[in-house]
């Protein structure tokens, strides 16, 4: 999944062809979730579902009450086939996309946290890069989730899995920053041919523009666009060279 442009939140799923029409059907209301059936898929046999809503908290719930229905719906033909069918083998398989700031088979947060899941669950959940899991495909990056084990497990493990994937999803989303500081402290950032300032570039992965005091002002600013993470990282180094500026002038 991934937080759209608009701040909606998007589930991708994947669908086998012959349950599209019933998971089309399941999905119109007006529930406010928009459903969608994307161009291109990495298996001939399956489409990939999008399940969006907007990025409010409700909106989320929504949505992924939404990816459990569908969920429901591919590996149940039936509602009635539930009792019978619950401690049978099942897949879910979903795509995430990937970014520098993305990429969940890095994450040691996400093996503990699907290791974790597989020890309260019983289901098991792997990921998948693009060169592995499809390398023939064209598409944009994205890595492959797979949740396999039984009906029961795989549907508790799904919620979980979802949430996981909202949280980092916004954790890596870019925003801009704004540190206002007085007009005496920017020389200690634009130093040496601004040196330091392109050094905490490097160590924070996050993009830095200094704006000077406009006419009649006593302050400037620093701009800082990267991810929450990147963001708090440029900010302690900032604050670190000043105060060396500022305590032990050169």
């Not at 701040?7 to 062809?17: M, N």
């Not at 059936?37 to 999008?50: E, G, I, K, M, Y």
């Not at 996400?110 to 289901?123: P, R, S, V």
């Amino acid at each position: 999944m991934n937080l759209g442009g608009d701040g909606a939140v998007v589930f991708r799923v994947l669908c086998p062809v012959d349950r599209i029409e019933a998971v089309s059907r399941l999905l119109v209301g007006g529930t406010g979730i928009r459903f969608d059936c994307a161009s291109a898929s990495p298996f001939p046999s399956d489409r990939v579902l999008l399940i969006s809503s907007s990025s409010s908290s409700s909106a989320q719930a929504q949505a992924q009450s939404a990816l459990l229905s569908v969920f429901d719906c591919i590996v149940l033909p039936s509602t009635h086939q539930y009792h019978h069918h619950h401690h049978l083998p099942v897949v879910c398989r979903l795509l995430s996309p990937t970014s520098p700031h993305l990429c969940i088979q890095n994450m040691p947060k996400a093996a503990a946290t699907f290791d974790h899941l597989h020890q309260e669950t019983g289901a098991h959940i792997q990921v998948f890069a693009k060169d592995r899991a499809f390398p023939a495909f064209t598409g944009p990056p994205q890595e492959l989730l797979t949740i396999s084990g039984t009906f029961t497990a795989v549907r508790n493990a799904l919620v979980a899995v979802s949430t996981f994937l909202l949280d980092i999803a916004a954790s890596a989303a870019e925003s801009t920053t704004q540190m206002i500081l007085p007009y005496q402290y920017l020389p200690f950032l634009t130093a040496n041919d601004a040196a330091d300032l392109s050094h905490i570039k490097q160590l924070s992965g996050a993009n830095l523009t200094v704006e000077d005091p406009k006419a009649g002002e006593t302050t400037g600013k620093v701009i800082i666009l990267g991810t929450a993470e990147q963001t708090k990282t440029a900010q302690s180094l900032l604050h670190g060279l000043i105060f060396c500026g500022v305590f032990n002038p050169s």
